[in-house]
């Protein structure tokens, strides 16, 4: 076998590696992304009997996430105002909106502040998001923030995008 021969035979057989090592790679990541097996059903005690079990209920199991429809809301706030003040502020620019945050838990708060220069709008943003916090933690004590400068916007404007956390029903599977 002369060496050019050589040379053009070996990236052949290394395409084969290559596509074997793939398909391996792929069929670990399908095997684990598979759900687990459910649980076997609890053998009873000698010498008791089962008990009715109530009617069966449309879930199986309770599933929550982060909704995918935002809820904006928009104020504005000093941004030259000490933290104090600012969870005044924010406190009484979020009342206006009581009927859309009553009884809900944010997942996510995207904020977007406007106060002269990109680094100091997100810092506005931030400060905002540590008042929303402080003012309203049963709402958006673990929801998880993050900061943005709004160039479009008047000095001391807040836009916020908050995603709630949502609560579903997965129905039981009829056999």
């Not at 059903?41 to 199986?60: R, V």
């Not at 005044?88 to 996510?108: D, F, P, Y």
């Not at 008042?131 to 008047?154: E, K, V």
Request: aromatic share 6%; net charge positive; with cysteine.
């Amino acid at each position: 076998m002369t060496r050019s021969s050589r040379e053009t035979f070996v990236p052949l057989l290394l395409t084969g590696w290559l596509f074997a090592d793939l398909l391996l790679g792929l069929t670990i990541i399908m095997l684990g992304a598979q759900a687990p097996p459910p649980a076997p059903p609890k053998p009873l005690a000698a010498g008791t009997s089962p008990s009715p079990s109530p009617s069966p209920s449309p879930c199986a199991t309770r599933i929550g996430g982060v909704g995918a429809k935002a809820t904006k809301i928009s104020f504005s706030v000093n941004p030259g105002a000490s933290d104090a003040a600012l969870v005044r502020q924010v406190k009484t620019e979020l009342r206006k909106h009581k009927s859309r945050l009553a009884g809900r838990h944010a997942g996510m708060v995207l904020t977007f502040g406007a106060s002269g220069g990109a680094g100091d709008g997100v810092r506005l943003a931030s400060r905002v998001n540590h008042a929303i916090s402080t003012a309203y933690p049963s709402i958006f004590g673990t929801a998880a923030t993050r900061n943005f400068h709004d160039l479009a916007a008047p000095a001391g404007s807040i836009s916020m995008e908050v995603y709630f956390v949502t609560s579903g029903c997965a129905p039981t599977s009829k056999n």
